[in-house]
């Protein structure tokens, strides 16, 4: 372990804290965390598949953009106090456009006075051109076929890079590092390499560094965030959700808590749960970073909301990094409105028969269609019990998918005239028409991915 990290937590665990889990997250459960928790590190997950695609949609609508649109509000909440604690920060709010987020955050720690501060900006999982020049060889995950198969215009494609390239970061003393789409667990995973001097080839800590990351890499899930279900599995205060925190130790194992006067619960049944979400098969989980097996991890309740996480193991990692492809696929036009008191139901049925019939007089071509009738068959469709009564309302749907976006509208004004020119006594519509933006995954060898870290001090 570096002398000036035993130095700074004079020995005790790293404390890791989880800021955020998705690009929308709350603010103010990771400042309390920064404020609070005597952090070493705080992390903010932010990115999703569709949510790095959509974010190259509008890097390229304007170059000054493209990074997560929380970063000003989150830092000016969080960095004073990580400044104050001598907090380190690593996220991926850098999303499509890691060099404008540096950009931006250098800007925020001027004029908050925070300095002097270095901050790094981690380059290269962009792999778009790459791709678009080996389509024809690259193999779609999902369905075998080549790349140059897909119908649309490729807007992105993202490597999930590892957290060496993170750690070459934090060697070069960032005090914030921003990151594009390195995967989930790296963030988490990237301090601990560095604080504990793991070899980035002892495949049995790594994978029990990431067992450790994968329970906080989805933020307050672990901490009763859609965990909760009243009557058989309660958590207390659920609108004060507190976000957890690491305690990781240099053999691996960890302690996971939150802090005290929040709301939420961590227990062994949260982190079972977060532990096997997302999980394709436990015993070769694979990340940029190791193989892991998650077979023989140990999870024990040692006081309230706190659970210390032990086993776990690793193997070496894949030879090829996972690519995220974004590609827009066309058009949904979707639209619903409501149905209230005595024949609701007969009157929402005579709206699907009108706009069926509309739609086949306006000659709209329709790749998929579905209507569906909300609290009744809109998730089980067919399977759905029969109505034994009459429902006091009904909410009906109309969602249409199609190449082209006239197609798309025609559907939703044929619903938003079904207002005047259908069954009498409904609501007024709600009318959306947005662009498909679909994700397909590839896999590229390592060495396609050339990596950079840019690094700025600021005064």
């Known amino acids: 372990m570096p002398e000036d990290a035993n130095t700074r937590r004079g020995r005790r665990p790293l404390r890791i804290g989880a800021g955020a889990s998705y690009a929308g997250d709350r603010i103010e459960p990771a400042t309390d965390l920064a404020a609070r928790a005597n952090l070493d590190y705080l992390v903010y997950e932010t990115l999703a598949e569709r949510t790095i695609a959509m974010a190259n949609t509008l890097r390229m609508k304007d170059p000054e953009k493209g990074y997560n649109e929380l970063l000003e509000e989150r830092f000016t909440a969080a960095l004073p106090h990580c400044r104050a604690n001598g907090t380190k ?110 070899a980035q080839d002892d495949w049995d800590l790594l994978g029990k560094g990431q067992v450790a990351a994968d329970m906080v890499e989805c933020g307050a899930n672990v901490s009763g965030g859609f965990f909760a279900d009243p009557g058989y599995k309660e958590v207390p205060d659920l609108h004060n959700l507190g976000y957890p925190f690491l305690e990781a130790n240099e053999d691996g194992s960890c302690v996971l808590a939150k802090l005290d006067g929040t709301g939420g619960l961590i227990s062994r049944a949260s982190c079972i749960e977060q532990m096997l979400y997302e999980i394709h098969d436990p015993a070769n989980y694979i990340t940029p970073d190791v193989v892991v097996d998650f077979t023989e991890v140990n999870l024990d309740e040692i006081a309230p909301n706190k659970v210390r996480i032990s086993g776990g193991r690793g193997r070496p990692r894949p030879e090829q990094f996972k690519v995220s492809v974004g590609i827009k696929e066309g058009w949904i036009g979707e639209a619903e409105l409501t149905y209230a008191g005595l024949g609701c139901m007969a009157r929402a049925k005579l709206a699907e028969h009108v706009v069926r019939e509309r739609l086949k007089i306006r000659g709209v071509v329709l790749q998929e269609f579905r209507v569906d009738y909300i609290g009744l068959n809109s998730l089980h469709g067919d399977a759905a019990p029969p109505m034994c009564h009459e429902p006091w309302e009904v909410r009906i749907r109309f969602a249409g998918r199609t190449r082209h976006r006239g197609d798309a509208e025609k559907l939703a004004n044929e619903v938003e005239t079904l207002v005047g020119k259908g069954p009498c006594s409904s609501s007024l519509p709600r009318v959306n028409v947005r662009e498909v933006l679909a994700i397909y995954s590839c896999l590229i060898p390592r060495d396609a991915v050339q990596t950079q870290i840019v690094v700025e001090e600021v005064a």
């Open 89 to 198: 920060v690593v996220t991926n709010m850098g999303a499509a456009n890691p060099l404008a987020a540096l950009k931006k955050t250098v800007e925020m720690i001027r004029a908050l006075k925070l300095g002097p501060m270095k901050v790094a900006a981690v380059l290269g999982d962009d792999v778009l051109d790459y791709c678009v020049r080996n389509a024809d060889t690259l193999k779609i995950m999902e369905t075998g076929a080549p790349l140059s198969s897909l119908v649309g215009e490729i807007v992105s494609a993202n490597a999930y890079l590892g957290a060496d390239v993170i750690v070459q970061a934090l060697e070069q003393n960032a005090d914030i590092v921003l990151t594009g789409r390195g995967a989930d667990c790296s963030l988490f995973l990237a301090p601990m390499i560095h604080e504990f001097g793991w």
